[in-house]
């Protein structure tokens, strides 16, 4: 059973009150909280309201002193300008290390965001100095690559949080004005440095995948570009599809696995993906995008075809190091076996039967995962499942307006699914309450 964070630091603090009662020996609520990953000590110090609290504290101390010097910015001399803003970020970055090194990581913590944040002030009130604004996004990117060594050294998940959301900052400002962001990988690299031999971040799990899937398409938009912007073609759909199968593998891989922190990675991982894999099919479930990719021209379908494979292979590995080969086999074969007639077809008319697979996939993926849920008393699997059928019946109603017969056949089919589906919970409890 896998628990968020916030209910891990509810447990730890749940059961020091069970020790104070004498329920529980000590050494008893400390393996329960190591059972679900949750730090049995830490959680008796500072809570998450007072870190936030700080960190809020510090952000409009920063906020307060840049509009300070802002009102005044022409009056004062250029040098002491410059020199001054060295010298605050400085002075912010050596109390934030003194603090560290004294043992309060909290507290340093929340002063190296202020210091990042000086620091950003100090790159674009120099750089309006002595006029070096040629290429805007070189100061974000300055500003994140100086947020980056304090985050690696420390591993510190908040540190490399604030340089991630700078790196993709500047990835969409590079980006937006044709420019390759070359170097975006190295933030990924740091990321995932932080990730493993840091605490456990679910918001930088969510970014660095954010940002490997970001590069990736636009990488492949630039080798395939003609001009000098982007070209996001339908094969980048197929690497895509491609990518996050392979992140559901992973998830599952890493379930696997015996650390507390792996496994909350591999639940997030696994369920994003398959959130992302249901808002894909109920997309597919409309006639509109099966149109576009039958007339696509797929002029590059050999690289595509070979980064896709590659990735289909990582996925392979990964599941069966997770215990779902064949899941995510069948998955793969769906998804590219469809693409591939789609491609062979290449008449419009055909694209009622695609539709027809796709919502018929989406209704089988709902009854799977309400069964799934209800096996394993994973809540989200059921609600999950649940949402996708009542989604489907919403969308294929809208498409059904004044054919009221044919939407009172849909409301019916899924009227009979979803009783069927209370019918199968309630049988299963009955079963499991007799044992």
């Known amino acids: 059973m896998r628990l968020i964070r916030l209910l891990k630091n509810d447990l730890a603090r ?119 604004g040629e290429h805007m996004p070189d100061g974000v990117f300055w500003w994140a690559l100086g947020c980056l060594p304090f985050a690696v050294l420390l591993r510190n998940p908040w540190l490399a949080l604030q340089a991630g959301v700078l790196a993709l900052v500047w990835f969409f400002l590079e980006v937006s004005l044709g420019f390759y962001p070359v170097l975006f990988p190295l933030f990924i690299a740091a990321f995932l440095w932080v990730l493993w031999c840091g605490r456990e971040s679910i918001l930088l799990l969510l970014l660095v995948v954010a940002g490997i899937g970001f590069w990736t398409e636009y990488s492949l938009a630039a080798w395939w570009r003609d001009s000098g912007h982007f070209d996001f073609r339908a094969e980048n759909l197929a690497v895509g599809v491609a990518l996050f199968i392979a ?84 998955l793969l074969a769906f998804y590219f076996l469809s693409l591939l007639v789609a491609i062979l077809v290449g008449n419009e008319e055909h694209t009622v039967y695609f539709q027809l697979v796709y919502n018929v996939a989406l209704i089988g993926m709902g009854i799977w995962l309400i069964v799934r849920g209800i096996h394993s008393g994973i809540s989200h699997y059921f609600f999950l499942g649940v949402t996708a059928i009542l989604l489907t019946a919403l969308m294929r109603y809208i498409d059904l307006i004044g054919d009221y017969i044919g939407g009172a056949a849909v409301f019916l089919l899924f009227a009979v699914l979803l009783l069927a589906a209370a019918r199968y919970w309630r049988r299963f409890h009955s079963r499991e309450g007799a044992v």
Do not use: K
């Open 14 to 132: 749940e059961t020091a009150d069970w020790v104070a009662e004498g329920i529980v020996s000590r050494e008893q609520a400390e393996r329960i909280c190591t059972r679900y990953g949750a730090d049995f000590e830490q959680a008796q110090g500072r809570s998450l309201g007072y870190s936030v609290l700080t960190g809020l504290g510090y952000l409009f101390i920063g906020l307060a002193l840049i509009t300070l010097i802002g009102a005044n910015w022409e009056e004062i001399p250029r040098a002491l300008r410059m020199w001054g803003l060295i010298a605050i970020t400085v002075a912010t970055q050596g109390l934030a290390l003194r603090r560290y090194l004294s043992g309060d990581e909290g507290g340093a913590t929340g002063i190296f965001l202020l210091g990042n944040l000086f620091f950003g002030a100090s790159i674009i009130l120099i750089a309006q100095i002595y006029h070096l």
């Open 247 to 330: 992140l559901y593998a992973l998830g599952h891989w890493l379930a696997a696995r015996t650390s507390a922190v792996a496994r909350d990675y591999g639940a997030v991982l696994s369920i994003w993906s398959l959130r992302f894999g249901l808002v894909l099919m109920l997309v597919l479930s409309f006639a509109g995008p099966w149109e576009e990719l039958i007339e696509a021209e797929w002029r590059y379908w050999l690289p595509m075809t070979v980064v896709s494979g590659l990735l289909a292979a990582i996925a392979l590995v990964f599941a069966a190091g997770g215990g779902r080969l064949r899941a995510t086999a069948g």
